[in-house]
């Protein structure tokens, strides 16, 4: 049976955590990528022959490809994460992607951080740069992990380096499908104990808008409610099948640690399958223990109320 008194007091503990905190460096290495394909002269001679416009492009082109795997290469063998953020993405072509990204290093001592900021970068169908596009996912992509730094940065003067305190941030790719590309960034900060928290954006590859999470349904749709639902059940099945999983939910006796519901604000992707998934932080929906949570919701759920386009693979 449920202990509930410890449960709410997981709760309790959790939220009094400052909210920036971490986990074990999760990366130590930082990878510039940068790569600039050198013009070829036409006059250039090859075996005696002169190379047409035709074949000039193509050794660009070629040249530019082989860049692109030598790139991948590095980033495979020197970063995971990275590489995992990267394998779905497309050698030429792609119109969203990570281009670069900066660290901040820290060890003060009994605390340090490690945050990697993602760079994107978003190009029209006709490969041209859409500055207003990047800048507006990059702003804001650097205004949430500065104020993880930011707080970082106070709490060691608050305890003069001493609060024990690990902050991690690293970032990946959750969503590249033909219309829509999701970056999502995770945020561990380990002090007593551990929080774990969890930020998805998404760009309209035809639009290069910002979407949210009322943008892929329906207008009318009571989504809100049915995606609430579905949830609840999953965690009700859960629980029946593993006495180990425990959930903020159906709790009679403290009904004010019960989980609320979804609202428009919720983390989510699309996965491979084409199939939509909620991320919840650490201590939401869930005692510590279970560590952060995630929900996939049959198609079929939402089947009427979606649209379709943002779901094509």
Not at 90 to 111: A, H, N, Q, W, Y
Request: net charge negative.
């Amino acid at each position: 049976m449920r202990d509930i008194v410890e449960i709410s007091k997981m709760k309790q503990d959790y939220e009094t955590i400052p909210i920036p905190l971490d986990l074990k460096q999760r990366v130590k290495e930082g990878i510039a990528q940068a790569k600039k394909e050198e013009d070829e002269e036409e006059g250039k001679i090859m075996k005696g022959k002169k190379i047409s416009k035709k074949a000039l492009l193509g050794l660009k082109i070629s040249g530019g490809a082989v860049a692109a795997i030598v790139a991948l290469a590095l980033i495979s063998n020197l970063n995971a994460p990275a590489a995992r953020a990267m394998e779905n993405i497309p050698l030429l072509g792609s119109i969203v992607k990570v281009v670069t990204f900066r660290t901040f290093e820290s060890s003060d001592k009994e605390m340090s951080a490690n945050v990697k900021i993602p760079e994107v970068e978003v190009r029209d169908s006709s490969g041209k740069k859409n500055d207003a596009a990047t800048k507006k996912i990059n702003d804001a992509v650097d205004q949430y992990t500065q104020k993880i730094i930011e707080q970082y940065k106070e709490d060691v003067i608050a305890t003069n380096g001493e609060g024990r305190e690990e902050v991690s941030v690293d970032y990946q790719v959750v969503t590249d499908n033909r219309r829509l590309y999701s970056l999502k960034i995770d945020t561990v900060i380990a002090l007593n104990t551990s929080g774990i928290t969890v930020k998805i954006y998404h760009i309209d590859k035809e639009t290069g808008k910002m979407v949210q999470l009322k943008d892929i349904f329906k207008e009318g749709t009571k989504y809100l409610q049915a995606l609430t639902e579905e949830i609840k059940n999953q965690m009700r099945q859960r629980m029946a099948e593993d006495d180990q999983e425990m959930y903020f939910i159906d709790d009679e006796d403290m009904p004010e640690i019960n989980w609320k519901g979804l609202t428009e604000d919720a983390n989510f992707y699309i996965n491979k399958k084409g199939n939509l998934v909620f991320a919840f932080d650490k201590y939401e929906v869930a005692p510590g223990y279970m560590g952060a949570c995630e929900f996939e919701i049959p198609q079929g759920v939402i089947s009427g109320m979606v649209k379709g386009e943002y779901f094509v693979k």
